[in-house]
């Protein structure tokens, strides 16, 4: 069973487990034939001769057969044909026969068993290769002629070299199949593959295959070592390995066999860390094709002539230049899709300028997106709010047709409305666009309907945040969705644009709020600090009266009766003066008590043009002003106001008396006017004259009680606080607008119908004063 399929038996949770598994397979291979096993021990005793070495190699003609076509095809210079494995021995050597031995002996045990399917071609072209490296090692070891590398060692080291390959596509045929489809389709270092699929690679799989045979020490170390540039002092054979590495190298860019690397290093400076020339290393690659040749048969590898080698080598070359074609065609669409992913944030920040809106954004966003898919029209929008009200940009598909607007989901058909909006989810990924994205789609008008349409969540930190909804292709869409990075990159682009969008936006509205809930709070102080100042000043007001009533009655009572009786007249006159003083302080009294506690309201609606006639009447009779001179407009002579009549022609006679007083005498004009239609719900009057004006510190004062800016004894500063006051009582506000020098206005605000619920007779008729 394969160790390395998912569900084997012996596949175990760790990495280790199954690397293990792997190697004990690896050492369940059939080992070396006897021959090759007696050859290596005979060879390798001081006390055999030659004649004990040629009686081993005769009991097998094959192997005889195979040892004189190695002697014929060696270059010893020799005339006589050879005939006799006896005189083979003594003219190659004990080392050259044993290493002949081993290598045949190697070959067919591997080619002995049964390939799987597709691992015959695997194993061919892991051969060709690892045949070449071997003669491309042995001719090095020539050329280097040093007694520490010898040919014929270098030439079974570099046989051996990949024999992990072979031992790991004979214990998992299926899954090292996969492992050279994936090299070759990735371009990859097969290595790396090998780790990664497997858990080990061919050299560790070589290395214990080999110490398993009990081979020489160098040869484990070619097998396990051939890819490291780069050796410790403590490995004896590094040269020998120095030597594989550059042959595998070069064999690696001669490109005969399959070796699973695509990577070549530099063969010619390997060659010099040897002390190799670069001609060395072109004689070694001219010479190869030809000793390949000589030595195909004896290792029973078809069609290893010169020129089907480079034949071979040009398709090779061709076919891996065709998928390298491929793969940076493929490579440069998706940079080009990656450009447009670029350019599709350029035009973003482009477009929003400095626009921090949601609306602008969303814009921005349906602008950018509709360009990354083809100048399409697009329609982005922000997160839904509480009251189902969401922002919306849409862009048409044109340079010069973008606009934003708030949509109420309330509007769309009954049956989207709760419908999600675009997907939400933490990952953006493009989608068919559902029915609520339709139904947004045609309630905006984007254009004419679109059968493809397309949804792109808006995510932000892990959140759905908006959406953008879309017109493509589905071709286009397609290219797109290989670049799943990117789009999350992009839809996370556009959600930190709208999230900060809509940060600023709900700062900006909490700190209107917070502005305009502290104006409310020092109004209400103010307001509160007055209304605790007017119910004292109104209580002390109420507290005097009551204990200067009764001293005042008893005076004036006195005063009466004294007055009754005196004769003399300088008498008399001083009991009246204390008579009419006693009564103006009583009429003070009064004054405070009425401000003090105001009748409460009994409030009609009265007309308001009967109020101003009653008035004009009431100023004509009661002074010297000419008819132009005190001013009544209204707007609408329907206009009505509700509030108590003697109250309401007690506050405009104060004002009144106010403007005409404060006008210069020989000009003097005030304007009673109300600019109200008749379908306010209030009813403002203004009284405006042209006199003196207030200065900011008589204006901050004009309400409070007892204050005047008249000289003593003209007023007692009650007019404007009890004017104020009664207002009030009737549901109504009044303030004062004034410049010094430009004359002052005093608006009234009073409500223009009774409240819902409160029957009122019709039109009453005010009392006039």
């Not at 280097?144 to 570099?158: N, Q």
């Not at 109420?542 to 004036?556: F, R, S, T, W």
């Not at 009505?640 to 006008?663: G, H």
């Not at 403002?684 to 008589?698: A, F």
Request: proline share 4%.
């Amino acid at each position: 069973m394969d160790p390395a399929q998912p569900g084997s038996a012996t596949l175990d949770s760790t990495r280790g487990a199954r690397v293990e598994a792997i190697l004990s397979q690896i050492t369940q291979l059939p080992t070396l034939p006897a021959v090759a096993v007696r050859v290596l021990q005979a060879t390798s005793s001081e006390r055999t001769s030659a004649r004990d070495v040629v009686r081993l190699v005769e009991a097998d003609a094959a192997l005889t057969a195979k040892i004189l076509r190695l002697l014929r095809s060696a270059d010893l210079g020799l005339n006589e044909r050879v005939m006799s494995v006896e005189r083979a021995v003594v003219l190659l050597g004990f080392e050259t026969v044993r290493n002949a031995v081993l290598s045949i002996q190697v070959y067919e045990t591997f080619a002995a068993a049964e390939p799987g399917a597709g691992s015959a071609l695997i194993r061919a072209e892991f051969w060709k290769h690892s045949l070449a490296t071997a003669c491309a090692a042995e001719m090095a070891a020539k050329a280097l002629g040093t007694p520490d590398v010898r040919p014929d060692e270098a030439f079974v080291c570099g046989l051996l070299h990949d024999i992990g390959k072979i031992a790991l596509d004979a214990c998992l045929p299926k899954s090292y199949g996969r492992v050279v489809k994936r090299c070759e389709l990735e371009h990859a270092c097969i290595c790396d593959v090998e780790r990664d699929m497997l858990g080990l690679d061919h050299a560790v799989a070589g290395k214990r295959l080999l110490s398993h045979w009990r081979l020489p020490q160098a040869v484990v170390d070619c097998a396990w070592l051939h890819h490291q540039s780069v050796l410790p002092d403590s490995v004896r054979s590094g040269r020998l390995v120095a030597v594989v590495h550059l042959a595998d190298n070069l064999v690696r860019r001669q490109r005969i066999g399959f070796s699973g690397y695509h990577h070549v290093e530099p063969v010619e400076e390997l060659a010099a860390g040897l002390g190799l020339s670069q001609s060395v290393v072109q004689s070694i690659a001219r010479s190869l094709p030809e000793r390949l040749e000589r030595l195909g048969d004896m290792f029973g590898l078809a069609d290893l002539s010169s020129q089907s080698v480079y034949t071979q080598a040009l398709a090779d070359a061709n076919t891996e230049l065709g998928c390298l074609n491929a793969k940076l065609a493929d490579t440069n669409r998706r940079l080009e899709l990656r450009c447009q992913c670029f350019d599709t944030q350029r035009r973003f920040v482009h477009a929003l300028g400095e626009k921090n809106g949601v609306g602008p954004v969303c814009e921005a966003v349906a602008e950018a997106t509709g360009r990354m898919f083809g100048s399409q029209p697009a329609v982005a929008h922000a997160g839904i709010s509480s009251d189902q009200m969401i922002t919306v940009g849409v862009w048409s598909g044109t340079d010069d047709k973008r606009s934003h607007l708030v949509v109420n989901l309330g509007s769309l058909p009954v049956e989207f409305r709760g419908a999600p909006l675009g997907r939400s989810g933490r990952v953006a990924a493009i989608a068919e666009a559902s029915a609520v994205d339709r139904a947004l789609w045609e309630r905006v008008s984007v254009g004419e309907a679109a059968s493809q349409l397309w949804a792109l969540p808006i995510v932000h930190a892990g959140e759905t945040v908006g959406g953008v909804v879309f017109a493509a292709t589905a071709d286009v869409v397609a290219s797109f969705t290989s670049l799943a990075d990117e789009c999350e990159a992009i839809s996370s682009f556009f959600g930190l644009a709208i999230s900060s969008a809509t940060a600023r936006t709900d700062a900006e509205t909490l700190s209107e709020d917070l502005l305009e809930m502290n104006r409310r709070l020092k109004t209400a102080q103010s307001e509160l600090l007055r209304t605790r100042s007017l119910s004292m000043i109104a209580e002390m007001a109420a507290g005097a009266a009551h204990e200067l009533n009764n001293p005042l009655a008893v005076i004036a009572g006195r005063a009466q009766l004294l007055w009754r009786d005196v004769k003399d007249e300088s008498t008399a006159h001083a009991l009246e003066i204390i008579r009419e003083q006693t009564s103006r302080a009583s009429n003070m009294v009064t004054e405070l008590l009425q401000f003090a506690k105001p009748s409460p309201p009994r409030p009609l609606l009265l007309r308001l043009s009967d109020v101003f006639e009653s008035l004009w009447q009431h100023w004509n009779e009661a002074s010297s002003l000419a008819d132009d001179q005190p001013v009544f407009e209204l707007a609408d002579a329907r206009v009505s106001v509700y509030a108590d009549a003697d109250q309401l022609t007690e506050i405009l006679s104060a004002l009144i008396s106010n403007a005409i007083e404060a006008a210069k005498s020989e000009n003097a004009q005030a304007l009673i006017n109300s600019p109200s239609s008749a379908s306010d719900e209030t009813v403002r009057i203004r009284v405006e004259d042209n006199g003196v004006g207030m200065t900011p510190e008589v204006l901050s004062k004009a309400f409070d009680p007892f204050f005047s800016s008249r000289p003593a004894g003209r007023g007692r500063g009650l007019g404007l606080s009890r004017a104020q006051r009664l207002i009030e009582i009737n549901g109504g506000r009044l303030w004062l607008e004034s410049t010094q020098d430009a004359g002052t206005t005093a608006f009234i605000e009073l409500p223009a119908r009774p409240p819902e619920g409160d029957e009122t007779s019709p039109h009453q008729q005010p009392t006039a004063q």
